[in-house]
């Protein structure tokens, strides 16, 4: 809720905004996966500070 009203945001949309990685780490390689399916963007950018943070979800899908 917090980084919704930081964003001007309902919770649920900032759930759902594409940029927005929020959840265990198969719920967002999920998400991911539906992203790609739906609007074919299978290349994302993180920030250097974030790569700690996202390793395991490039990890899992690395794996898939």
């Known amino acids: 809720a917090k980084l919704a009203d930081r ?3 309902a919770p649920s949309a900032g759930l759902m905004a594409p940029h927005v990685w929020i959840g ?3 719920q967002i390689c999920d998400s ?3 992203r790609r399916q739906s609007w074919g ?3 994302w950018v ?3 500070s ?3 943070a996202v390793a395991p979800v ?7």
């Open 24 to 26: 265990r780490v198969a």
């Open 46 to 48: 993180v920030p250097a």
């Open 7 to 9: 964003m001007s945001l």
């Open 50 to 52: 974030a790569l700690d």
């Open 58 to 64: 490039a990890a899992r899908l690395a794996s898939r």
């Open 32 to 34: 991911l996966e539906e």
């Open 41 to 43: 963007v299978s290349y």
